[in-house]
């Protein structure tokens, strides 16, 4: 979708990196999500922001931290990324009521080796 | 707890066929339900929704949803496949106060579907 890029879109980083994923949006949303995708698991969200500087954890947070400076930045750390954390991560974002049903961006592949 | 089922993790059917893809929920308010298409390597796109209403809902792609209460059901169903529609598909569940931690959509573990010739 246009209003909502991911960048980069593949990365391979070494066990131990930390890595850092951005999602940037020019829609003007508020709500801000990062899920990671996997087989078997569907989606899972990791953390969501509801305005700049306020987030939360979701189900699968733990080695992950996120931070919002601006409304339209979501970025998302690996903080020491590890195999069990590659996977296809996903943002998407919401802005209840005038826009129920998130918008997700294309995805950003990680491999970690 | 609220939760999203898809039992079938895979269909396979035939070009021209109909299609139903099931969804059953599990949520404590007024469900606000999704369905979402996904293409290989390809981001999430919606396509359709219900919040209130009439209970059958018109998509893009000529798909169309039914939500039923009794049955906390909302399936999928198009009436002619065709080969562009082999992706997977994910139901999803919200509240009006979606975007809280009691609001967030739950997605199912999604239903691929493959088109024969």
């Known amino acids: 979708d246009a209003g909502i890029t991911q960048s980069p879109r593949h990365k391979v980083t070494e066990t131990g990196t930390p890595v850092t994923l951005r999602c940037h949006q020019t829609e003007n949303h508020r709500y801000m999500y990062w899920y990671r995708q996997d087989p078997g698991h569907g989606l899972r969200l990791i953390h969501y922001?509801?305005?700049?500087?306020?987030?939360d954890k979701g189900e699968v947070s733990d080695g992950y931290s996120v931070s919002r400076s601006k409304t339209e930045d979501f970025l998302l750390t690996l903080e020491s990324a590890t195999s069990s954390q590659t996977s296809v991560y996903f943002c998407a974002i919401g802005n209840p009521p005038d826009h129920y049903g998130y918008t997700f961006g294309s995805g950003t592949r990680l491999t970690v080796v | 707890a609220q939760s999203v089922t898809q039992p079938d993790i895979h269909i396979t059917v035939s070009e021209g066929a109909s299609l139903e893809l099931r969804c059953n929920y599990s949520y404590g308010a007024t469900p606000y339900l999704f369905w979402y298409v996904q293409s290989p390597g390809q981001g999430l796109q919606l396509l359709l929704k219900y919040f209130s209403g009439d209970t059958l809902v018109q998509g893009i792609k000529g798909f169309e949803a039914e939500f039923k209460r009794s049955q906390s059901s909302f399936n999928l169903r198009k009436p002619s496949v065709h080969w562009s529609d082999a992706a997977e598909y994910f139901c999803?569940?919200?509240?009006?106060?979606?975007?809280?931690?009691?609001?967030?959509?739950?997605f199912g573990k999604g239903t691929k579907l493959s088109v024969k010739p």
């Open positions: 922001s509801y305005g700049v500087k306020d987030t």
């Open positions: 999803a569940v919200g509240g009006e106060n979606y975007g809280g931690s009691q609001g967030n959509l739950i």
